[in-house]
């Protein structure tokens, strides 16, 4: 397993903007295709946005589709987030997650690492 840290969520008004990145321990980080979830207060986790091992393929939900960006940098070790024109609907907690097949399907149950998530807020 890898070790998943995530950072950069806050209180943001609607229409702005958040970066949030996901630090990774150990030298096996490309080896794991990376996604991230949300959870919103008594919700169920829902996917967001998934990236391949090398960060040439990326997926998104519906939701986050034209908005969100996600992308990887393996010599860092670090995978982002990058969201823009937030809406309210967009609070949760946003947690990344880690992938040992390479698929970026973004079933819940296919990840095994997961971080401790990090609070994203957007005021209307």
């Known amino acids: 397993q890898v070790q998943l840290v995530e950072s950069g969520g806050g209180l943001v008004q609607a229409g702005g903007s958040l970066r949030l990145s996901c630090a990774a321990s150990?030298?096996?980080?490309?080896?794991?295709?990376m996604a991230w979830f949300r959870q919103a207060p008594g919700k169920e986790r829902d996917f967001v946005a998934s990236?391949?091992?090398?960060?040439?393929?990326?997926s998104y939900a519906d939701s986050a589709k034209g908005r969100f960006t996600i992308s990887r940098d393996n010599v860092k070790n670090t995978v982002y987030l990058q969201m823009n024109n937030l809406k309210a609907e967009d609070t949760a907690v946003y947690y990344c997650?880690?992938?040992?097949?390479?698929?970026?399907?973004?079933?819940?149950?296919?990840?095994?690492?997961w971080g401790q998530g990090t609070q994203v807020t957007v005021s209307s």
């Open positions: 990236i391949s091992r090398t960060g040439g393929t990326t």
């Open positions: 997650a880690a992938e040992r097949t390479g698929s970026i399907a973004g079933r819940l149950g296919d990840y095994d690492s």
């Open positions: 150990g030298r096996t980080f490309s080896l794991y295709a």
